[in-house]
């Protein structure tokens, strides 16, 4: 994570959530609504141990992969937004 200066800098933060939206999921040109996220989430922690709540000290994270499976030659889509919600010291994520 780069902070918006110019040039950027590495904002090396281990307090950060990053969180997601999944909208616009298909398939083989049709659209799975149930499959879609549209309200900002926690990334992690999932199934994939990598992944965790927060980021590390050198603030990153690791996204679990999102896939699907059909017994057919697949053709896929989704929108993903990420974005990274911080802690304000010994307070909830702003």
Known sequence: MNDQSNPSFPIKNN???????????????????????PDYDDLGPSDIPETSRT????????????????????????IQNIRLRSYAVGREPL
């Open 15 to 37: 307090i950060m959530v990053p969180q997601e939206t999944v909208t616009y999921v298909y398939a083989n040109g049709i659209r799975f609504e149930a499959q879609e996220f």
């Open 55 to 78: 980021t590390d000290a050198n603030g990153q994270f690791v996204d679990a992969p999102l896939g699907m499976c059909i017994s057919q030659a697949l053709t896929g889509s989704f």
